[in-house]
């Protein structure tokens, strides 16, 4: 109040109250738009809205028709790679390892150095 009246600068009133002088501004102006309701502490991040029982229904529903759409792309691709395996989908392929000949078993024809 004394710096709306002009007997004290926001500076010196800012370092009475320990705050910064861009603090104090922000101060002082909730306190000339709203008074001293201004100056009360409130919660923080956006009030919580109440959402009506059909509403939630409606975001639940609607989570699980894009559940569903994703199951079925998963399946439509699923078909798509069986077509292209020749009906081979979910099978998984195994590779058979050629053995490598013992060198005692069967020796290999060596190269001539040169």
Known sequence: MRTLRGELSQVEAAR??????????????????????????????????????????IEELEREVLRLQQELRVGKLREEVAALRGGRAGQKKTRQRRRRPNRRESPSPRRPRH
């Open 16 to 57: 009475i109250l320990g705050v910064t002088p861009q603090w104090f501004d922000v101060l002082r102006g909730r306190f000339v738009e709203s008074g001293v309701a201004g100056l009360e502490e409130k919660p923080m991040g956006r009030p919580r809205q109440h959402v009506s029982a059909e509403q939630q229904r």
